[in-house]
Structures are given as structure tokens and as C-alpha cells.
């Protein structure tokens, strides 16, 4: 059963469905070893619940995207996405602002997302949700013509991830983007930049805009977030000192950063920020853009299937 309303609200009980298309990334990290026998296991699942899956995989960047919408405007009334949080986000480009629901089966390094709502690390229990889980309608950020699910960064972690080793990645996860984010302490600049936030002008040298507690790896930069509001938690460090980064470090793996002198806390639902050309951002942990941009919440813009209480 399609769900095609113009406005999807809270659905607890999960339709029945026919036609799905599962868009995977044979490159994510726990596509790596033995993806064909992972996949069958999902596709049993599935075959076992009556639906029909279609199973494509991506190919290089921004590939997903255009599979989603093929999916959304071929009539398929689930999209299934497998990789990490990057490729998830190309997915939800893809479809946003469609009724079709969107299954989320977490297969990258970092799995924010997963993290975010309380996703099964596995596989097969993640697929499990198309019986047991229930559907959110929620908000997305927006940028650049871009749209995302988690979060955007705006600084240096945007050129941490354009550092990282991809190679590294694969085989050591979240430790490339530590090895990366060493290496950025000792080589970025952090230039400051202009944000204008509720019509009040703020200066950063390291912005996150977020509708997600999760960050990566351990740390919650924007605990206050909540996926299911309709606007922003907006995170501004203002340091130019190198070493004070290692001072936030240490204060963000307690949760205290929001009560120094030098960071600010916000909630917004636009936020507009200026600087040099060269200050590069990144949405849920891939390079999109560089400033200047303008970040805003799009509404009633994601079904997204979730556990529900009992089961998460």
C-alpha cells in the first residue's frame, strides 16, 4: 500500500508493503566482508514479510540520490537504504518531501542515524522494523540545495573529513577521523566566520547546526537536539587558538562545553552564516559546499521508520 497522502502524520501501525527498493553501498564498512551473504539475510527477512525488493547498489557519488527518486517515482511504496550516514543522506535528497517511508539498515563507520533513534546494530533486526517499528514524520535541514537528516559542521571537522584517509577508513572506522582530526590541530587555521542567527549577528571559528544529540564517536555537541522538533540546536566555538580545541575536547567528552565563556548555545530555525570562500561544510559527514550559506528547516519533508518504545 503506497502511502501518497500531501500530509503524513505519526503512522503506528506499519502498512503492508508490496514494492521495495534497497539502495546499498557495497563500499561501507560492513558491506566489506562478505556483502552478498548480509544482503540475503535482509532479503530473506523481507521475501518473508511478501515484499517484492528490487536491490541496486551505488556507484560513486551522489548515485544514490537519483536511484531514491527513480524509486519514489517509479511507484515503489518503500525505500530501504544500507551504508553509512553519507550514503543514507543521499538517499533522503532524493526523496524528500515524498510520502514513501524510508527503512534505514545501518552499514557505515560512524552510524549516527542508527545511533540517533535507537536502531539494532544488526542487520536483520534493523529490517525487522517494517513489522515491529512505526512511522515519524519529521523535519530536514537544508543547504545549498542539499538536504540532511543530522547535522551540518562548518570548520574544521568539514576539513577533517576532507582529510581523511580513505583508505584508513575502511580498515580503521572512526579512528581515521581521529588520526585526521590530530593532524587538522596542527594544520588548520581556524579562520572566524559570521553567523546571523534570530536576526543577531555571531562570530565562530567551528559551527555545528544539528537536529541530532549524536555527533560521532562519543560525543553529544548538541545534546538539547531532538530529531522530531522543527528546528535547529546551533553549537558555536569561538577560539582561534589551537590549543584551546584540545580544552573543548576534553570539556565535550564530559558534556560541559555549553558552559564555558567561548562556546554558545542556540535553537533557530534559520541560520545564516558568512566567510571566506575557503571555510568548507559538510552535512552528515560529507563535503557539500563552501560558505557562504544558508541553513533552514524543511517541515513534513520525512517518513522515517523508527523502533518503537518497547522494542529499542
Known amino acids: 500500500m503506497a502511502l501518497r497522502a500531501k ?3 505519526d503512522i503506528d501501525e506499519i502498512p503492508r508493503f508490496s514494492h521495495a527498493v534497497l539502495i546499498y553501498n557495497p563500499a561501507a564498512r560492513k558491506m566489506l566482508h562478505g556483502p552478498s551473504e548480509k544482503l540475503q539475510d535482509v532479503l530473506q527477512v523481507l521475501n518473508s514479510y511478501g515484499v517484492k525488493v528490487e536491490v541496486v547498489a551505488t556507484t560513486g557519488p551522489k548515485v544514490a540520490s537519483s536511484l531514491a527518486k527513480k524509486a519514489v517515482d517509479s511507484g515503489s511504496d518503500l525505500i530501504i ?10 538517499v533522503i535528497s532524493g526523496m524528500a518531501k515524498s ?33 515491529t517499528g512505526r512511522i515519524r514524520r519529521i523535519s530536514l535541514g537544508k543547504v545549498d540545495r542539499r538536504y540532511f537528516v543530522l547535522m551540518a559542521g562548518i570548520g574544521v571537522d568539514a576539513d577533517t573529513i576532507a582529510a581523511v584517509n580513505q583508505q584508513l577508513k575502511r580498515w580503521l572506522g572512526e579512528g581515521s577521523f581521529w588520526i585526521a582530526g590530530f593532524k587538522q590541530l596542527f594544520q588548520y587555521d581556524f579562520p572566524s566566520f559570521e553567523l546571523t542567527i534570530d536576526g543577531k549577528v555571531e562570530n565562530a571559528t567551528f559551527a555545528v547546526i544539528s537536529k541530532a544529540k549524536n555527533y560521532g564517536g562519543p560525543f553529544q555537541i548538541t545534546p538539547q537536539a531532538d530529531l ?11 577560539s582561534r587558538n589551537r590549543w584551546r580545541y584540545l580544552s573543548y575536547l576534553w570539556y565535550l567528552t564530559w558534556g560541559k562545553h555549553a558552559s564555558l565563556s567561548d562556546v554558545k548555545y542556540l535553537k533557530s530555525r534559520t541560520v545564516e552564516v558568512f566567510g571566506s570562500s575557503d571555510i568548507q561544510v559538510q552535512v ?10 544558508k541553513f533552514t528547516i524543511e517541515t513534513d519533508a520525512l517518513s522515517l521508520i523508527v523502533p518503537r518504545p518497547e522494542y529499542s
Open 228 to 238: 522530531f522538533s522543527d528546528q535547529f540546536d546551533v553549537c558555536l566555538f569561538q
Open 99 to 131: 510520502t514513501v517511508p524510508l527503512l534505514v539498515i545501518p552499514a557505515g563507520t560512524a552510524n549516527v542515524l542508527a545511533k540517533e533513534i535507537g536502531l539494532p546494530r544488526s542487520l536483520v533486526k534493523s529490517t525487522e522494523l517494517i513489522k
Open 284 to 293: 552528515d559527514g560529507e563535503l557539500i559546499a563552501t560558505l557562504p550559506q
Open 81 to 90: 537504504a544500507s551504508g553509512g550516514d553519507g550514503t543514507i543522506n543521499e
Open 7 to 9: 500530509s503524513l502524520h
